[in-house]
């Protein structure tokens, strides 16, 4: 079994940043042996694809709504990944998710979310204008 905290989330203006942490852990669980995914899903809306990164931190992949703006990382040493999120704006009010995948190898793909076997319960970000 695998468990998924995510961590960090509140409020912040627009224009500004939070961090999102997520820790991982198992009895059997390799952090460095799954990719690592955000998702996000703001309400009244359906549940959207972040970022991902692969299980060695070498690849990443963003929406194009987060591009430029997110940035996705591990620490393997820690069984964390991070969403380090700049520049938030109002649209980003969401319920952000974390989720482990142990099939997915190109961050290409890593939008989908029928690759991700485990999430996490979510952290709430809201941004005010």
């Known amino acids: 079994q695998v468990q998924l905290v995510e961590s960090g989330g509140g409020l912040v203006q627009a224009g500004g940043s939070l961090r999102l942490s997520c820790a991982a852990s198992?009895?059997?669980?390799?952090?460095?042996?799954?990719?690592m995914g955000w998702f996000r899903r703001a309400p009244g809306k359906e549940r959207e694809f972040v970022a991902v990164?692969?299980?060695?931190?070498?690849?990443?992949n963003y929406a194009d709504s987060v591009r430029g703006r997110f940035t996705i990382s591990r620490d393997n040493a820690k069984n964390t990944v991070y969403l380090q999120m700049n520049s938030l704006k109002t649209e980003d009010t969401a319920d952000y998710y974390c989720a482990a995948s142990p099939r997915l190898r190109a961050a290409v793909a890593g939008f989908s979310a029928n690759y991700y076997d485990y999430w996490g319960q979510g952290t709430q970000v809201t941004v005010s204008s």
């Open positions: 990164i692969t299980r060695s931190g070498s690849s990443t």
């Open positions: 198992g009895r059997t669980f390799t952090f460095s042996s799954y990719a």
